[in-house]
């Protein structure tokens, strides 16, 4: 059974350009968080998707948006990058949005540089 | 404001002793309180979880404590083996809303050594 599938695995950008993130969740998993980790600390939540929807942001300026599509894998976009946004960016996929009971599985991660 | 902290941020132990690594909370709403051990190159995976109805949860060699009046909680590693070296973060959520949200703390890099 293939688990939660992130790509690119690394990826190296300039100051000013775009990224573009992708997340397959788990088969019959309906939900995607991600997450933010610099290095040396914590993850931080960037987002929530259930079912297409929004259910969650975390404290992000608007550069970051996210979207998730019908077969539920999803995009985390980041314009304008920042040599602040190099991290490791983690996908989390679960059944469903709310309940911890539910299973809640991440990915290896994408690893974002900036230069 | 930093809602989940966690101490040591690194620990060093032989093998076969007993790694111990502390949380503390501001949020009371939190309710549920899951480990997370991390590998370099992978994410994190859970370990194990508490909810504040118990003080102690065992699962193996891993053992969560927790103390609700002292919004504390902690993992303790009993027979820590090399295979444990990792980073281990503590997390705290509440559980039941729209959204599942975690809020980890900064990690503790864990060495065992053989």
């Known amino acids: 059974d293939a688990g939660v599938t992130q790509s690119p695995t690394h990826l190296i950008k300039t100051r000013g350009q775009h990224v573009t993130l992708r997340c397959s969740p788990i088969?019959?998993?309906?939900?995607v968080s991600w997450y933010q980790q610099v290095l040396g600390q914590g993850p931080q939540f960037i987002f929530q998707?259930?079912?297409?929807?929004?259910?969650g942001r975390g404290n992000f300026p608007d550069r970051f948006s996210a979207r998730q599509f019908p077969n539920y894998s999803s995009e985390l976009n980041v314009n304008a990058l920042l040599l602040g946004d190099s991290a490791l960016y983690l996908c989390?996929?679960?059944?469903?949005?709310?309940?911890?009971?539910?299973?809640?599985?991440f990915g290896s991660g994408t690893r974002l540089t900036v230069v | 404001q930093q809602q989940v902290k966690q101490s040591p941020q690194s620990l060093i132990v032989q093998k076969g002793g007993i790694s111990i690594i502390n949380c503390a909370y501001e949020?009371?709403?939190?309710?549920?309180f899951p480990w997370y051990q991390q590998f370099p190159g992978k994410g994190p995976a859970l370990l194990i979880a508490?909810?504040?109805?118990?003080s102690e949860k065992k699962e193996g060699r891993f053992t969560i404590s927790f103390n609700k009046s002292a919004k504390q909680f902690s993992l303790h590693i009993m027979d820590s083996q090399p295979g444990d070296s990792a980073t281990y973060f503590c997390?705290?959520?509440?559980?039941?809303?729209?959204?599942?949200?975690?809020?980890f703390g900064k990690g503790t890099l864990l060495t065992v050594n053989p």
């Open positions: 088969s019959g998993h309906k939900s």
């Open positions: 508490i909810r504040p109805d118990v």
């Open positions: 998707y259930y079912e297409k929807e929004e259910r």
């Open positions: 997390a705290a959520t509440h559980s039941g809303g729209s959204n599942y949200k975690l809020t």
């Open positions: 949020n009371t709403a939190f309710d549920y």
């Open positions: 989390a996929s679960s059944l469903v949005a709310g309940r911890t009971n539910y299973g809640y599985t």
